[in-house]
Nanobody, 124 residues
Framework: QVQLVESGGGLVQAGGSLRLSCVASGRTFSSFHMGWFRQAPGKEREFVAAIRWSGGNTHYADSVKGRFTISRDNAKNTVFLQMNSLKAEDTAVYYC?????????????????WGPGTQVTVSS
């Protein structure tokens, strides 16, 4: 079992920045690929970013490429999502997830563990 807890969400003006964190406990964090997803009201969950277990590879949704950066610190069992140049359409609940097998899983169906989410609200 892996327990994931996100933090760092909040209210920010358009153009601002937030840094989300996701702390893992339980099984060895460094053995999991990690991803960030988001879900806006009335919309389906969508992939945001993913990072390989080693941190050596990352992948982003086109909508956030160049603005968001995913990173991880395996010594601290933490994955981060630095969000810059935020837009109103980035407003959503953001979830981190852990996948033991697939580095890129855009649908999220392979992620075995999910956090409860953190709300990000961007005012225009």
């Amino acid at each position: 079992q892996v327990q994931l807890v996100e933090s760092g969400g909040g209210l920010v003006q358009a153009g601002g920045s937030l840094r989300l964190s996701c702390v893992a406990s339980g099984r060895t964090f460094s053995s999991f690929h990690m991803g960030w997803f988001r879900q806006a009201p009335g919309k389906e969950r969508e992939f945001v970013a993913a990072i390989r277990w080693s941190g050596g590879n990352t992948h982003y949704a086109d909508s956030v490429k160049g603005r968001f950066t995913i990173s991880r610190d395996n010594a601290k069992n933490t994955v981060f999502l630095q969000m810059n140049s935020l837009k109103a359409e980035d407003t959503a609940v953001y979830y981190c997830a852990a996948d033991p097998i697939y580095y890129i899983d855009l649908a999220g169906s392979g992620y075995d563990y999910w956090g409860p989410g953190t709300q990000v609200t961007v005012s225009s």
